[in-house]
């Protein structure tokens, strides 16, 4: 079935240090919904992408849709503790319209 | 307005014994459901409610049976735990029926089979 691909699986960084996580599908996605979880909370949604090559920015945090709508990202400029947590990136199913996770990218972050 | 509420938060389980885990949101969102969280697994859907009444089999079902019969709530029952169904479950509503539409989680149940 479909699938939403995210990498890396974990990232330690220094704080202050930028990250990045990546999420690849290989169909054409028709929004990609972006969520954070804190360390033994919940999903919470951060964003959603619909349109080719769209950017969105909130605060330090970078969100792209690829110009195929293939692929997205989520780049954290300067990490900060509070940044810590894993980060989801979501799709819909073109099979059934349900969204599909990817298998989320988790950040530590050393003070 | 407390969004979406899930019963119990922790709960250990022996082989074989069955189980209800409770989901009840107050923003009258037609579209309910139920994920799995494992480790490198992300989140796997379950099964899933347009509507009072109508429920449908996600991504991993086998072992879980579930019901609508109020829009507000959207139980998950395990007939016959076994140790492979230990993870974090979360209950997810929306407004809309479709992929479009953001979701709002519980807080999770976390359950653990021995």
């Known amino acids: 079935g479909q699938q939403v691909m995210q990498i890396p699986q974990y990232q330690h960084v220094q704080e202050g240090e930028d990250f990045t996580t990546y999420c690849n599908s290989s169909t054409t996605l028709s929004n990609i919904q972006w969520y954070k979880q804190r360390p033994g909370g919940h999903p919470v949604f951060l964003i959603q992408?619909?349109?080719?090559?769209e950017v969105k920015k909130q605060k330090r945090l970078t969100f792209q849709f690829g110009e195929a709508k293939k692929n997205s990202s989520l780049h954290i400029t300067a990490t900060q503790t509070t940044d810590v947590g894993t980060y989801f990136c979501a799709a819909p199913s073109s099979n059934t319209g349900k969204l599909i996770f990817g298998q989320g990218t988790t950040l530590q972050v050393k003070p | 307005n407390a969004g979406v509420t899930q019963t119990p938060k922790f709960q250990v389980l022996k082989t074989g014994q069955s189980m209800t885990l409770q989901c009840a949101q107050d923003m009258n969102h037609e579209y309910m459901s139920w994920y799995r969280q494992d480790p490198g697994m992300g989140l796997r859907l379950i099964h899933y409610s347009v509507g009072a009444g109508i429920t449908d089999q996600g991504e991993v079902p086998n072992g879980y049976n579930v019901s609508r019969s109020t829009t507000e709530d959207f139980p998950l029952r395990l007939l016959s735990a076994a140790p492979s169904q230990t993870s974090v479950y979360f209950c997810a509503s929306s407004y809309g029926l479709t992929g479009a539409n953001v979701l709002t989680f519980g807080a999770g149940s976390r359950l653990t089979v021995l």
């Open positions: 992408l619909v349109k080719s090559g």
